[in-house]
């Protein structure tokens, strides 16, 4: 599984010494809005540099995205670190470095190729059917329409798990912004197909939840080297394993499989409570069973997930997620 990482980083200044960075950069510096300037002169580099000027506090912030700054090659903390290093150094001279900056925000994603955009939009729709899960409640984003993703934020882990039809966000991005550019609408062309999966680490304390490092380089050195078992975590939590059927072969799968009466009958129950409730959680609070662990495992055996297909829907079958996020997985 190949994982691209955002990194964000802040530093605040007091009033001179920020005015000192500002006034410094600001012929290549574009204002956006809210007194807030944007820097991309390292774009090319995988560094958009931002200065934000609020009343009571002045900060700077950079963002990393490792795969430009890596050259698409798979994520190598230690070089990252030392090109990122690098990049700090000649960019703001021997005034600041690296430690000087602290560690808000990850974003780890996933590019899940399912071949199609009416696959896309299968799996998007079924995902939806979910709806919430323990730990997480739904989020809305403006910039997700409800037909292409299905998001939910942590109650109050500072997680945010995001899951949407790639090619769709940025047609609506293209529209939006009426931007008329070769490279981009190249980019829009090669993300047909592609379902990207997002886990976001929002805040400081959740980022201290997987390290006890305070420099910020080794906190990145850990986050970055444990980012696919971070990643996976989440996900897990949130979709749950097996093909995704019709509601008709799911119970006719379970009926064939399973030879405990009683947790084939707990099962064939989750299966028509999940769309009855509109939400797996509710639907495995409805089922009043303690061990309801043993039972998800149960549908994972069997390669069956409990969220079933609408019947209103044209496809009968969706293979797992996790078969295209393990290619030694053959799944059913």
Do not use: W
Not at 145 to 171: A, E, P, R, V, W
Not at 257 to 275: F, G, N, Q, S
């Amino acid at each position: 599984m190949y994982l691209n990482c955002v990194i964000e980083l802040s530093m605040v200044l007091d009033n001179e010494k920020f005015h000192k960075l500002l006034t410094r950069v600001c012929n290549q510096a574009e204002y956006l809005n809210d007194n807030k300037y944007i820097d991309q002169t390292l774009s090319s580099k995988g560094i958009v540099v931002t200065y934000q000027e609020k009343q009571y506090k002045k900060k700077v912030q950079i963002t990393i995205n490792s795969s430009v700054m890596l050259d698409g090659g798979n994520l190598d903390s230690g070089k990252l670190i030392h090109k990122l290093e690098r990049c700090v150094h000649d960019y703001f001279g021997s005034k600041y470095n690296l430690k000087d900056f602290n560690l808000k925000k990850m974003i780890l994603m996933a590019d899940i190729d399912v071949s199609s955009r009416e696959k896309v939009s299968a799996y998007i729709k079924v995902l939806q059917r979910i709806g919430k899960v323990k730990g997480f409640s739904p989020l809305n984003y403006d910039c997700l329409d409800d037909g292409i993703g299905f998001c939910l934020d942590g109650n109050s882990n500072g997680i945010q798990f995001l899951i949407y039809d790639l090619m769709g966000l940025l047609t609506s991005q293209h529209r939006k912004t009426g931007t008329n550019h070769k490279k981009l609408k190249s980019i829009i062309k090669k993300s047909e197909g592609l379902l990207r999966a997002e886990v976001r680490l929002t805040q400081p304390k959740t980022v201290r939840d997987y390290t006890d490092e305070r420099d910020t380089s080794k906190q990145l050195a850990v986050l970055l080297k444990n980012s696919q078992e971070m990643f996976l975590a989440t996900f897990v939590r949130v979709v749950p394993f097996g093909a995704f059927h019709k509601k008709d072969t799911a119970i006719e799968i379970i009926q064939r499989e399973v030879k405990d009466m009683t947790l084939r009958r707990r099962m064939l129950r989750l299966v028509a409570l999940v769309p009855e409730k509109k939400s797996l959680l509710l639907a495995q609070k409805a089922l009043n069973y303690r061990r309801i662990d043993d039972v998800m495992e149960s549908f994972a055996k069997i390669n069956v997930s409990p969220i079933t297909i609408s019947k209103r829907h044209d496809v009968k079958h969706l293979k797992s997620l996790y078969s295209y996020l393990d290619s030694n997985n053959d799944d059913k």
